[in-house]
T-cell receptor, first 116, second 111 residues
């Protein structure tokens, strides 16, 4: 059972380059989300999705795009990277419901992005 | 989204209990209280959650005030491995709700 898998673990980009951070989960979770964490700071929500075909903005969505074509995958796209997007990115998922494990987030290991 | 307030940092001695407070005065009736922690250089991990009643699991206990405007995460015997940032978050029961994190409490454990 892999849980939430993020790739790549590390990436260095030049300003203006584009890239996609991948997130996949094998738990059939409806909810998926992306957070960024800057040094010494808490997590800030970028985008989230409550199911395939449905996405919505979080606290800091500017500069990022997402799509949710399948339940399993929730990629995060940086169209034109900026140094301000240097951060650690975490993907997380959960399922909705009323059981004990419902609405509890499972996090990936993170992707460290540096934009020069 | 209802907000939570936590102390920036706390310190504890190893093998002693730790009580981490969280205030959530604007909590709604359908908000669950969740606690996560983040060990150094790792992603956050779930600790415990509850709605109204106190909760216990192998990691910690969660004490919820009767009016639900505050809660306390209790680590019964702190170890050096418990040094982490602890986040108290509210999450509504309704389908489609998102989860927003605050700054959390940095817990330092002294040997």
């Amino acid at each position: 059972n892999a849980g939430v898998t993020q790739t790549p673990k590390f990436q260095v980009l030049k300003t203006g380059q584009s890239m996609t951070l991948q997130c996949a989960q094998d738990m059939n979770h409806e909810y998926m989300s992306w957070y960024r964490q800057d040094p010494g700071m808490g997590l800030r929500l970028i985008h989230y999705s409550v199911g395939a075909g449905i996405t919505d903005q979080g606290e800091v969505p500017n500069g990022y795009n997402v799509s949710r074509s399948t339940t399993e995958d929730f990629p995060l796209r940086l169209l034109s990277a900026a140094p301000s997007q240097t951060s650690v990115y975490f993907c997380a998922s959960s399922y909705f419901g009323t059981g004990h494990g419902a609405n509890v987030l499972t996090f990936g290991a993170g992707s460290r992005l540096t934009v020069l | 989204d209802a907000k939570t307030t936590q102390p920036n940092s706390m310190e504890s001695n190893e093998e002693e209990p730790v009580h981490l407070p969280c205030n959530h005065s604007t909590i709604s009736g359908t908000d669950y209280i969740h606690w996560y922690r983040q060990l150094p250089s790792q992603g956050p991990e779930y600790v415990i959650h509850g709605l109204t009643s106190n909760v216990n699991n192998r990691m910690a206990s969660l004490a919820i005030a009767e009016d639900r405007k505050s809660s306390t995460l209790i680590l019964h015997r702190a170890t050096l491995r418990d040094a982490a940032v602890y986040y108290c978050i509210l999450r509504a029961m309704e389908y489609g709700n998102k989860l927003v994190f605050g700054a959390g409490t940095i817990l330092r454990v002294k040997s």
